[in-house]
């Protein structure tokens, strides 16, 4: 499906990659309240850039490049640094919830709150390589480090999100 060599196919790029944009933004820090915007900016930038895709990686390594730099600046955005950060998530209320659904959402909150202690070089690396499961030669294309860059950062995040998680298991 590169399109650097033939005419841009919108409805199948975002068909075949937004799931995986979904989560990767997501996991970059973008509220689930505001993904779907996110995602629509990522896939705009898509359909504006394309003829700058060269092909010299794959084309969802491509596209996750821009979904970080479309996350990054969502993050840094003024609507954004005008929020008030609490530590506690309000409760929604809920009609008997089911055990499993419950221990889904708690497991999926202490995520989100152990990928938010990574400085955001870390958490594109982790995010990419633990849960997209790319290699680290891609992992390194789609962020633009060196191999042994990504590799240190990986470790790093590792071990922090490792100690997160004994904490968070502690309690």
């Known amino acids: 499906m590169p399109f650097a060599s033939g005419p841009l196919d919108p ?10 944009v979904w989560r990767a933004l997501r996991r970059l820090g973008v ?8 995602c629509q900016e990522v896939f705009l930038v898509v359909l504006r850039r394309h003829g700058d895709f060269e ?3 794959s084309l969802r390594t491509w596209i996750y490049g821009i979904a970080l730099r479309v996350a990054s600046d969502y993050r840094r ?5 005008r929020e008030v950060l609490t530590d506690e998530v309000p409760e929604e209320r809920q009609s008997a919830p089911q055990h499993d659904v419950v221990a889904l959402r708690e497991s999926a909150r202490a995520l ?18 633990e849960i997209e499961q790319l290699t680290l030669a891609q992992v390194a294309d789609a962020v633009g480090c060196p191999l042994q860059t ?5 470790l790093s995040a590792r071990k922090i999100v ?3 998680a004994l904490r968070w298991r502690s309690r």
């Open 150 to 154: 990504a590799y240190s950062r990986l």
């Open 31 to 38: 509220p689930e309240a505001d993904v779907e915007d996110v």
């Open 162 to 164: 490792e100690e997160g």
């Open 77 to 81: 955005s003024a609507r954004v640094r």
């Open 55 to 57: 092909g010299r990686s």
């Open 112 to 129: 989100d709150g152990l990928l938010d202690a990574l400085d955001d070089g870390k958490r594109e690396v982790f995010v990419l390589y």
């Open 11 to 20: 409805s199948a790029v975002f068909r075949d990659h937004a799931p995986y």
